[in-house]
């Protein structure tokens, strides 16, 4: 099996083998490998169309792969039913039965599990309380918002205890409060129940929020993969930092900072006399701009009276991804 | 977080899926429309059997026989439309996945939804019987005809509603779904409005027999109209009988092919 951080003695909770899938003629996912440990929360990122659907679709048993093979809480892609078992799934854009409650909804689905009738309205009661619903229980799903929507679907997902987890666009059109709710509900379920959970979005906040690895898909096939700092710094676009120098030592900073390996650019900030911007180059070490930018400008006697340095985004390294791969 | 109890065990079978589906038929509403559209259909016909000058020339046994025809059609009807909806309208409202994400056979998931839709044709049944009874009271022929409705009007109904199914897994558009199945329909009662003299002679019988409506129609008015006893035309009820079979069998066989797209993955 394929890359992943490996912990011994532990199976991976994923693993994924050269997996690719073509419909028709057109391929949508290419030689796709990768595995993921027990407990870690795997986001999978990539442009519209780029085959995150897919995948989920094929390691939750919904399309067959082309090719490759797969396992999924130790049980063989060829065993679909037992995977399912192990599972919950929220599918991007779910419908839900407008005509029936919260509470029936979730105790179907939990006796489709296999749980008694009495042990799947326990189930569905305790639920709801996770995702706070307990107080919508017995309404309509019609009269359910957006966001309580998304809960519901969390909450279907929760109810036979699945060992892995698969969220396919969990914050999609919520507003900043119901986005917030769902993560924090990913965050407690990955936390404290330990499930292993893979994430598709599109929301790279999401992903650098509650992510432990991510993985990038461009057009089918792995674009990078790692942790959301290892893929930010392998990827990322220039870096910045600002600082802010005596007014009357600026030009001499300007100048010393200039000619250090590893700085592309030094500009002086409009309307505020010391204010400096340094570009450093993507591959810049924090702690090394640190010590380059500070330690010299104090070695020459230049005093520093501000310095910030920005992190590396993972918004810069996805654009840089997908527009290589692009062109 | 809340522990919740773990869960065992057997994925459930096809009696919690028809028990859900059920609910949302009948306590959502949409049988119970669909039915109350059948009384009334059923009523205007019986008071212009019971009332009408240009109708009441029909001798009782014919009143009742066309009853029990209409009642048979309506009703398989009925359970066709539930039916073609049953999976291909999951999939249009997208609610399909999640079931299709549980461990319980797919088998087993369009079982229940079969006999979720098959329901509705037990009730039009039940709701002709007082129609029945009201035509033919003085005749002795209303247990008659009240058995023979359920029986003619079982196989069809099951056999049509096999076919709707087998439709609904495989297109994923509501639409084709139901135009396919009531096209199928229609043309296996249009034989009904041709005129006798078609349905004479070798070919024009064969088609009659061959086609599991009409022969079971046949059959009904043979016993009700002709007074003919159960056993004397059962060669009438070949076709529906092997319909219903091949189609019964025949979806229980596909349904472990249903996917989440249709007949084409997508």
């Known amino acids: 099996m394929a890359a992943g951080t490996v912990t011994p003695g532990v199976a991976p909770a994923v693993e994924v083998d050269a997996v690719g899938k073509s419909f028709g003629h057109a391929p949508v996912l290419a030689d796709v490998s990768f595995d993921v440990q ?20 094929i390691l939750t048993t919904m399309y067959r792969p082309s090719s490759g093979r797969f396992a999924v809480a130790g049980v063989d892609g060829r065993r679909p039913r037992e995977i399912r078992r192990f599972i919950g799934v929220l599918p991007e854009s779910a419908g839900y039965p407008r005509i029936q409650t919260g509470d029936e909804y979730l105790t179907y689905h939990a006796r489709l599990f296999g749980l008694s009738r009495e042990q799947a309205k ?43 987890v698969f969220l396919d666009e969990p914050t999609l059109g919520l507003d900043p409060a119901g986005r917030r709710h769902v993560l924090d509900t990913i965050r407690r379920i990955s936390a404290e129940d330990g499930r292993t959970i893979l994430l598709s979005t599109h929301v790279l906040a999401d992903a650098e929020e509650i992510c432990s690895r991510i993985l990038v898909l461009n057009r089918g096939r792995i674009a990078a993969q790692g942790t959301v700092v290892e893929v930010s710094r392998r990827f990322g676009a220039d870096r910045h930092a600002s600082l802010s120098l005596p007014p009357q030592q600026a030009e001499a900073g300007r100048a ?27 591959q810049t070490d924090p702690d090394r701009a640190i010590r380059l930018v500070v330690g010299s400008l104090l070695d020459a006697g230049i005093a520093v009276r501000s310095f910030e340095l920005d992190r590396a985004r993972l918004s810069d390294a996805f654009l840089a991804i997908t527009q290589d791969d692009a062109r | 977080m809340t522990a919740i109890a773990a869960p065992t065990r057997r994925p459930a079978g096809w009696t919690v899926v028809a028990g859900r589906e059920l609910r949302d038929l009948w306590a959502g509403g ?14 205007v016909v019986v008071y212009l059997l019971a009332s009408s000058t240009n109708l009441n020339f029909l001798e009782q046994r014919e009143s009742v026989t066309l009853t029990a025809q209409l009642a048979i059609a309506v009703g398989a009807l009925l359970a066709m439309i539930l039916a073609a909806d049953a999976i291909s309208g999951e999939r249009e409202r997208s609610t399909l996945e999640a079931t299709l994400l549980s461990p319980v ?41 009240i058995a023979c409705t359920f029986v003619v009007g079982t196989l069809l109904a099951a056999g049509l509603t096999a076919f709707a199914m ?46 599991p409506v009409t022969a079971g129609e046949h059959y009904v008015g043979k016993l009700l109209t002709n007074g ?10 070949v076709s529906p009988m092997i319909a219903a ?14 996917t989440l797209t249709g007949w084409r993955e997508r």
């Open chain 2, 30 to 43: 949409r049988a119970l429309t669909l039915t109350t559209v059948y009384s009334l259909f059923l009523s």
């Open chain 1, 38 to 57: 027990a407990g870690q929360v795997l986001g999978i990122l990539g442009p519209n169309g780029a085959g995150k659907t897919t995948l989920i679709r």
């Open chain 2, 105 to 145: 056979s797919r088998r087993a998931l369009v079982v229940g939804k079969l006999a979720a839709a098959f329901s509705i044709w037990v009730a039009a049944w039940l709701i002709v019987i007082p129609y029945i009874w009201f035509l033919g009271r003085g005749v002795d022929i209303v247990w008659e005809a």
């Open chain 2, 166 to 211: 087998l439709v609904s897994i495989a297109v994923d558009s509501n639409r084709a779904s139901l135009s396919v199945s009531l096209l199928v329909l229609l043309a296996l009662l249009a034989p009904t409005q041709l005129p006798s003299s078609a349905q004479s002679g070798w070919a024009g019988e064969s088609l009659y027999r061959l086609n």
């Open chain 1, 122 to 164: 326990d189930a569905a009661r305790k639920t709801l309380e996770i995702v706070q619903l307990g107080d919508r229980a017995g309404s309509l799903i019609a009269t359910y918002s957006r966001g309580m929507l998304q809960r519901l679907g969390i909450a279907r997902v929760l109810i036979s205890e699945p060992r892995v």
């Open chain 2, 228 to 237: 003919h006893g159960w056993t004397q035309d059962l060669d009438w009820l």
């Open chain 1, 256 to 282: 010393l900072l200039r000619s250090l390996a590893g700085v592309k650019q030094v500009s002086a900030a409009a309307g505020e006399p010391g204010a400096l911007t340094v570009v450093f180059d993507g």
């Open chain 2, 245 to 258: 079979v091949a189609l019964l069998l025949l979806t229980a066989v596909m349904a472990s092919s249903l």
